[in-house]
């Protein structure tokens, strides 16, 4: 049983590490304001979604996990929301570059 | 090499990268940024050296509210920047550097030097947990063994705002702190307010509640409920009191009074200044805690809502 949780854990993990990563890459290559956001939210709600969703098998107790369930809602609120942010103050800055 | 040893080494690197790099960026935007990220990888290292009490304060204090004050000042500073131009001179660059090598040497040397196990009273304050009943020995050593050091640093807290408000003009003394924030009430940020102070309201008194028994506790709780507060302020749903305000004042007083009284209880009742009676020392403690944490989250407000610069004229949203 511990396997199946660990494999769960494992496939998970990578997979947000990989969206991480994607976009960090994104962050740094895409040429303007707005596509940099769009990749940037791809870290914040799937890498961070999947890390949750493999540590939640680890989790000792339904406090913990639902703790970590708060931290991702918590990312997705706070993420969506500076987006929208940057990118009105980008748009009227006329500074998307 | 284990991946543990190995990601350590990396954070160190990159902390290190990030320090250089705030301090030799031309842009102070940039470096308040830097900064920023700076202080939340420190975090990331306390919590690798298992003292999660010093992360959360480290995040809340030295990534969060530091990274707003930066950020204002940064603001502010931007008309004048072009003036600033002027590199210092040779002489003065060279002072600094020599300066900076010889404090990092020296702290460097010190740790090094440092014998092996290194002289530590943690052991003494887990095993003394008992005089007090809360088993989070960083809150037992705060609020009970170095009570002392937390009542004057509360003192410090009041100094500070004593401080950011004398650089008020004299036509605004009395009047409200910092400009006044307009956001469209519709917008964004405004949605983010109402929907993120609530939560924030509640996780920040859990923050200071669970600090008795686990990592947490009187500041870092007072800044979450501080960076609510500037939240719905920068959002103009709500205004800083006005400083002459005296509800207000009896607020910025309260964690050091209430300690101030309780040492001194302690000194006419028990055995010495700030000794709490051990049947009452949970009671005792909590209490200053919850005064603490009202002193706390308004010192950190106004600290960063700056000095007095409107009049005190009523609020209309």
């Known amino acids: 049983m511990s396997l199946v949780r660990d494999m769960i854990s494992i496939a998970a993990v990578s997979a947000g590490a990989f969206f991480f990563l994607a976009g960090t890459v994104g962050l740094l290559r895409f040429p ?36 970590l369930v708060s931290i991702w809602l918590l990312g997705l609120l706070a993420g969506a929301t500076v987006s929208q942010l940057i990118a009105r103050a980008a748009r009227q800055g006329g500074s998307i570059r | 090499m284990s991946i543990a040893t190995a990601f350590e080494i990396m954070l160190a690197a990159v902390l290190l990268g990030l320090g250089i790099w705030t301090i030799v960026v031309r842009e102070t935007f940039s470096a308040t940024v830097g900064f920023v990220a700076y202080g939340l990888l420190v975090a990331l290292i306390w919590v690798r050296l298992d003292a999660a009490d010093v992360a959360l304060t480290e995040a809340a204090i030295g990534g969060g509210l530091s990274g707003v004050l930066l950020l204002g000042a940064a603001a502010r500073l931007r008309d004048a920047e072009p003036m600033a131009e002027a590199a210092p001179g040779k002489l003065l660059r060279a002072t600094a550097a020599a300066l900076s090598v010889l404090t990092t040497a020296t702290l460097a040397g010190t740790v090094l030097l440092l014998p092996d196990p290194a002289p530590s009273l943690a052991p003494a304050s887990v095993a003394n ?61 405004a949605f983010l307010a109402r929907l993120l102070s609530p939560v924030g309201i509640v996780v920040g008194i859990y ?5 008795a028994n686990h990592p947490g506790g009187a500041f870092q709780g007072g800044a979450i409920l501080a960076s609510m507060w500037l939240l719905a302020t920068m959002a103009g749903l709500a205004d800083a009191p006005p400083v002459s305000s005296r509800p207000l004042r009896l607020i910025l007083v309260a964690g050091s009074g209430l300690f101030l009284i309780v040492g001194l209880a302690g000194l006419l009742f028990g055995a010495a200044f700030l000794s709490y009676a051990p049947a009452l020392a949970k009671p005792l403690i909590l209490g200053i805690e919850v005064a603490m944490v009202l002193t706390i ?18 609020w209309a949203p």
């Open chain 1, 32 to 67: 303007d304001t707005l596509t940099r956001l769009h990749a940037l939210t791809k870290a914040d709600n799937l890498g961070l979604g999947l890390v949750v969703l493999g540590l939640l098998p680890q989790a000792d107790s339904l406090r913990d996990a639902l703790k």
């Open chain 2, 129 to 189: 947990a008992w005089a007090t009943g809360l088993s989070n020995p960083v809150t037992n050593v705060l609020m009970a063994f170095r009570a002392m050091d937390t009542m004057l640093e509360k003192v410090v807290l009041v100094l500070a705002i004593v401080g950011v408000w004398s650089l008020a003009p004299d036509s605004a003394w009395g009047g409200r702190p910092g400009p006044r924030h307009r956001a469209d009430p519709y917008g964004v940020l």
């Open chain 2, 207 to 211: 923050v200071f509640w669970t600090g």
């Open chain 2, 297 to 314: 989250a308004t010192t950190l407000g106004l600290l960063l809502s700056g000095a007095p610069e409107r009049s005190a004229e009523p």
